[in-house]
Nanobody, 122 residues
Framework: QVQPVESGGGLVQAGGSLRLSCIAS????????MGWFRQAPGKEREFVAA????????YYADSVKGRFTISRDNAKDTVYLQMNSLKPEDTAVYSC???????????????WGRGIQVNVSS
């Protein structure tokens, strides 16, 4: 069983940066996709970013394009989310997603992390 574990969340002022990490403990299937979702208070969970095994396919939500960067280290089964120019509206619980199916406008993960809180103060 794969269990993604997130780290790196916390409190930051608007305009600041944070870097989230997620390790996919267990043994994911080969060539698995990894990504991030988030859920703000009172809102539905939304897609943030996803990256293919080789990194040749990367997709972002429009709301984070140009500010967030997703990357991965396959030797460590780890995915990163570098978040720059953070805004108060980025405040949410960020969850790591592993494996599943994804394309340019969809991502249906197989495994989910428990989530980590990111708070951006104004």
């Amino acid at each position: 069983q794969v269990q993604p574990v997130e780290s790196g969340g916390g409190l930051v002022q608007a305009g600041g940066s944070l870097r989230l990490s997620c390790i996919a403990s267990g043994r994911p299937f080969p060539n698995y996709v990894m990504g991030w979702f988030r859920q703000a208070p009172g809102k539905e969970r939304e897609f943030v970013a996803a990256i293919s095994w080789s990194g040749d396919r990367i997709y972002y939500a429009d709301s984070v394009k140009g500010r967030f960067t997703i990357s991965r280290d396959n030797a460590k089964d780890t995915v990163y989310l570098q978040m720059n120019s953070l805004k108060p509206e980025d405040t949410a619980v960020y969850s790591c997603a592993v494996d599943g199916e994804f394309g340019s406008d969809y991502y249906y993960p197989t495994f989910w992390g428990r989530g980590i809180q990111v708070n951006v103060s104004s």
